[in-house]
């Protein structure tokens, strides 16, 4: 005997087919390639295969999408007892690898047992709690962070900080502008956490991350019945989910096209509508958006629609590099260096004063996120009693950090190159309201006129 197909051949009056039916209520056969080779009657009906539908030869996966039975055939080794969802219902299934006389795999055999499996029940309820804790925890995750965890007191994050305060209390959509690692996703979630929707959900879904195929249903839902397979049941989309709360759109310039329209009826109507449903839901969310690219440009290009883009920069809020925001280095290297220590449970070494002074002349193009980073590899890589420098660059940084600076010069462009960058942005957020941007910069309105002169 060579294959499981040949054996089940020869045996015309089903014998061999019957005894594993009699065993269960279902059973199923596939072969070393994991294509169906039988399946019961019974098994047909539990997964409603059509009459005029011939599943035999099919890859199994395309019956049951959930199935373990590849598994079994690559690994050789069953699965005695597992629990599976087929339609709605839970069974339990044990899956047995078949193997020829020369022991080589030959296919697999799936039981499923679903009558009188009240004496499970109990086993059942746990699994079913457990799964929903598991969904909740990865779908809903709760705002980490509050505005009080920004640390620094430079100029520009003071600035952020007022805006971010006055933002929290405004209730409108955000669209939230900085490189990466400046701090967009701190910043979403303190403004959530400071504003009436604290008690709400805060949801966030990353744009970048998402194939473009399954970003449409992730975000929006699916009605039931409108998917075979895992998405059977319908889906609760992260607009849904926010209900009551923030949805935190994390890279919007990279939403596709065809869904910009879905997510503008839901900025513009407050109306979301599932994948394959018709219907309409009412949602009560706003929306705060970010991203490190220029909108303005891919609107320009057509990879970002226009309307869009109005409605999300109803508020832009810049957050600073940190290399315009360097008098912040001193705490935030201390304050993340405390995080880190208490976290990994390393030894609380402190940084030297040569480290220092090599991070605050560092450019910073990963920015916060970067800062943190560097830090953590410092506390790693050091082995006397402070992280120097070279336990935060690798050598080839180093030398070109050395280099002398005309130090004088650079802090004064510096500082001239801060101030205008504030003032642009203040202005910004108060819509060219001058007077306003005066006050949210802490400055008289004529001290804020000869500057900009
Ligand atoms: N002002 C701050 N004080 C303390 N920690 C901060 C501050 N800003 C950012 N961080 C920390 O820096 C890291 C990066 O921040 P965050 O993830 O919010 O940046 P991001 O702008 O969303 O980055 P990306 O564009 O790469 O997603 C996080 O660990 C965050 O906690
Ligand atoms: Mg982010």
Redesign the pocket.
């Known amino acids: 005997m060579n294959s499981l197909r040949q054996l089940l051949e020869q045996d015309s009056n089903h014998n061999l087919l019957d005894l594993l039916s009699s065993f269960c209520q279902c059973a199923i056969a596939i072969d070393e390639n994991c294509n169906v080779l039988w399946i019961s009657d019974a098994y047909r009906v539990l997964i409603d295969i059509p009459q005029d539908k011939d599943p035999i030869g099919k890859p199994v996966e395309e019956l049951l999408p959930t199935t373990q039975m590849p598994r079994v055939v690559k690994s050789g080794k069953p699965i005695f007892i597992d629990l599976m969802q087929i339609k709605n219902q839970w069974c339990v299934v044990t899956r047995l690898p078949v193997r020829n006389n020369e022991q080589e795999i030959i296919g697999a055999v799936g039981f499923v047992f679903y009558d009188d499996l009240d004496s499970l029940q109990p086993l059942f309820d746990k699994f079913a709690r457990l799964r929903r804790q598991f969904e909740d925890e990865k779908i809903i995750r709760p705002s980490r962070?509050a505005l009080d965890?920004?640390?620094?007191n430079s100029a520009p994050?003071q600035l952020l900080r007022r805006q971010a305060l006055r933002a929290a209390h405004l209730d409108t959509t955000l669209l939230l502008l900085?490189e990466?690692?400046?701090?967009?996703?701190?910043?979403a979630q303190g403004i959530h956490e400071a504003s009436h929707r604290r008690c709400g959900p805060f949801v966030g879904i990353n744009m970048g991350a998402l194939p473009e195929s399954l970003a449409e249903a992730e975000l929006f839902g699916t009605a039931p019945g409108a998917y075979t397979g895992a998405d059977r049941k319908g889906r609760t989309g992260k607009v849904q989910l926010a209900n009551g709360g923030t949805l935190f759109l994390?890279e919007i310039a990279e939403m596709p096209l065809g869904m910009q329209a879905k997510l503008l009826r839901v900025l513009q109507e407050r109306e979301v509508e599932a994948l394959g449903s018709n219907r309409l839901e009412k949602v009560d969310v706003r929306i705060i958006a970010?991203t490190?690219k220029d909108l303005r440009t891919q609107v320009e290009k057509g990879e970002f629609r226009e309307d869009l883009y109005y409605r999300l920069n109803v508020l832009p809020i810049n957050?600073p590099p940190l290399r315009q925001r360097l008098e912040d280095i001193p705490a935030?290297a201390e304050?993340?260096l405390s995080q880190i220590q208490t976290q990994s449970q390393l030894p609380e070494l402190p940084l030297s004063s040569e480290a220092m002074k090599w991070l605050q002349n560092y450019s910073w193009p990963g920015n916060?996120?970067e800062l943190?980073n560097r830090l953590e590899r410092g506390c790693v890589m050091a082995e006397g009693k402070a992280i120097e420098a070279a336990d935060l660059g690798s050598a080839d940084e180093l030398p070109q950090q050395r280099a002398p600076k005309k130090l004088s010069s650079d802090l004064k462009s510096n500082r001239r190159e801060s101030e205008r960058t504030l003032i642009e942005q203040a202005i910004q957020s108060c819509n060219g309201n001058k007077t306003e941007a005066a006050k949210l910069l802490g400055i008289s309105r004529a001290s804020l006129y000869q500057r900009l002169k």
């Not at 965890?149 to 620094?152: A, L, R, S, T, V």
């Not at 990466?180 to 910043?187: I, V």
């Open positions: 962070y965890d920004m640390i620094g994050t900085g990466t690692g400046t701090g967009k996703e701190l910043l994390d970010a490190a957050l935030l304050g993340m916060i996120r943190r």
